[in-house]
Nanobody, 115 residues
Framework: QVQVVESGGGLVQAGGSLRLSCAASGSLFMINAMGWYRQASGKQRELVADITNGGRTNYADSVKGRFTISRDNARNTVYLQMNSLKAEDTGVYYC?????????WGQGTQVTVSS
């Protein structure tokens, strides 16, 4: 089993920045990658960014150039630095840790961007 816990959400004005953290624990040898997803009210959950154990990253087109995903292997933590935030970035942000067979999800953290 793997547990992931998100932190760092909040309320910010458009154009501002936030950094989300995701701490993973448990049987981490099972995991190939970690990622951030978000879900806006009334919409489906969508991938924001993910990062493999080898450090390869992938971003949604809507956040490229504004968001950066990174990881601290010593702390088993993944970060999402969000800059130039827009109202449409508002939603619940979920972290997951996954391999080909299974994904472990956190409870989510709310990000609200006021325009």
């Amino acid at each position: 089993q793997v547990q992931v816990v998100e932190s760092g959400g909040g309320l910010v004005q458009a154009g501002g920045s936030l950094r989300l953290s995701c701490a993973a624990s448990g049987s981490l040898f099972m995991i190939n990658a970690m990622g951030w997803y978000r879900q806006a009210s009334g919409k489906q959950r969508e991938l924001v960014a993910d990062i493999t154990n080898g450090g390869r990253t992938n971003y949604a087109d809507s956040v490229k150039g504004r968001f950066t995903i990174s990881r601290d292997n010593a702390r088993n933590t993944v970060y999402l630095q969000m800059n130039s935030l827009k109202a449409e970035d508002t939603g619940v942000y979920y972290c997951n840790a996954y391999n080909q067979a299974v994904a472990y999800w956190g409870q989510g953290t709310q990000v609200t961007v006021s325009s």
